[in-house]
């Protein structure tokens, strides 16, 4: 079966009342049922509970509590690079922007103007630069992390779709990443700006940041924008940014000649947070 063909029933799924129905699930304290559902889940995905802060599965009022637990000390040791991974999970692609276009799959790209809601005059800072697309499946952990330290300048709310993000429908959906609800994270740094999107997924309840709590919902279904110049938000690097609850994708966008990638990185493989993800270019 072709990857066209295996989405074809998500464009007639009612997604967004299934994700606010499962946001709603997630959220509910319902005792040994809610216990019952994340043995389940552990042991569907292969969930390391070793890694948790809190690895008694008992003791977690919510489904969401347990999703975006936090990992014990020096699970996972930040690596002595110019940039850090920041989340668990896999390499969906990454490398260079064509002027304006990133590389999404095998046929399908899509615009850096697109993916941060249309403002082309932030998207150009990106042009000819570099991007990192990174999918986190279940059994991750779903806490987003700082690649770099960085001062926070805005965050745009851009209201889309709400398709899988999983590979099969990403070789299957053009345009996915720009497609889809997203929240775009806008910071400046040593090394010049650079932007961290999170992008929503069919049953990804909500997203947070650090900074400003849940961002969705409320779904307006128009574009929101947060602006930062009055306040000195800096994260370091390695500190906690934000999170999904259940899980999808990040995709970094950083400027022209800022970043040469780890040479052992290749699309599909896993990573970690922590992990060096490059440094600057010789």
Not at 83 to 98: K, M, N, T
Not at 206 to 232: F, K
Request: hydrophobic share 40%.
């Amino acid at each position: 079966m072709s990857d066209r063909l295996a989405v074809l029933p998500q464009y007639l799924l009612p997604k967004q009342a299934l994700t606010v129905l499962a946001g709603k699930l997630a959220s509910k304290e319902a005792g040994g049922l809610t216990t019952s559902v994340i043995r389940w889940f552990v042991g569907r995905y292969g969930v390391n509970m070793a890694e948790a802060a809190n690895p008694d599965i008992a003791s977690y009022k919510s489904f969401n509590e347990f999703f975006t637990r936090p990992l014990k000390d020096g699970a996972r040791p930040f690596a002595d690079a110019d940039f850090l991974c920041p989340v668990d999970g896999a390499i969906s692609q990454f490398g260079a922007i064509e002027r304006d276009q990133i590389f999404q799959a095998k046929g399908h790209s899509y615009s850096t103007t697109a993916l941060v809601g249309g403002d082309r005059k932030l998207a150009e800072k990106f042009e000819n630069g570099s991007f990192a697309t990174l999918y986190l499946s279940p059994r991750d952990y779903h806490r987003i992390h700082m690649p770099c330290a960085g001062r926070l300048t805005r965050m745009i709310y851009v209201p889309g779709a709400l398709f899988s993000v999983n590979p099969t429908t990403a070789r299957g959906v053009p345009g996915l990443f720009a497609r889809n609800e997203r929240v775009v994270c806008v910071f400046e740094s040593e090394f010049g700006p650079f932007v961290l999107t999170l992008v929503g997924a069919t049953i990804v309840g909500s997203m947070a940041t650090v900074w400003h709590g849940t961002v969705n919902p409320p779904r307006p279904g128009v574009v929101r924008e947060w602006r930062y110049d009055e306040q000195n938000i800096v994260l370091q690097k390695g500190d906690e940014m934000g999170r999904f609850l259940l899980g999808s994708t990040v995709v970094m966008l950083f400027p022209k000649n800022t970043l040469a990638f780890n040479r052992e990185w290749a699309p599909t493989s896993a990573i970690r947070m922590g992990e060096a993800m490059g440094g600057q270019p010789a």
